[in-house]
């Protein structure tokens, strides 16, 4: 098994930066892509990007690329979304997932936080 827990949500203005953070512990996440969602009450679970074990691949859903980028460090398991030039629409509950498989599929995922709330006033 592997737990994850997100940190650094917050409330913050339409302009503003975030950066939120994921942190695994347990069972070795070797090989897993890394990938952030996000959710707002009523909607599915929507994909903002995603992270290869190695870095060398990077993916950002339409609605983010340009503005959010992501990272990890596989000695510290850990990684981050940086997230500029927010706006109110991105106001969600952000999750951290792990997968081997497809990284724009929540069904794919094996293991995900407990979210973080992140919300941008106008």
């Known amino acids: 098994q592997v737990q994850l827990v997100e940190s650094g949500g917050g409330l913050v203005q339409a302009g503003d930066s975030l950066t939120i953070s994921c942190a695994a512990s347990g069972r070795s996440y070797y090989s897993y892509i890394m990938g952030w969602f996000r959710q707002t009450p009523g909607k599915e679970r929507e994909f903002v990007a995603a992270?290869?074990?190695?870095?060398?691949?990077?993916d950002y859903a339409d609605s983010v690329k340009g503005r959010f980028s992501i990272s990890r460090d596989n000695r510290k398991s850990t990684g981050t979304l940086r997230m500029d030039s927010l706006k109110p629409e991105d106001t969600a509950v952000y999750y951290c997932g792990l997968t081997r498989s497809s990284n724009r599929d929540p069904s794919r995922y094996d293991y995900w936080g407990q979210g973080t709330q992140v919300t941008v006033s106008s």
């Open positions: 992270i290869s074990w190695s870095s060398t691949i990077r």
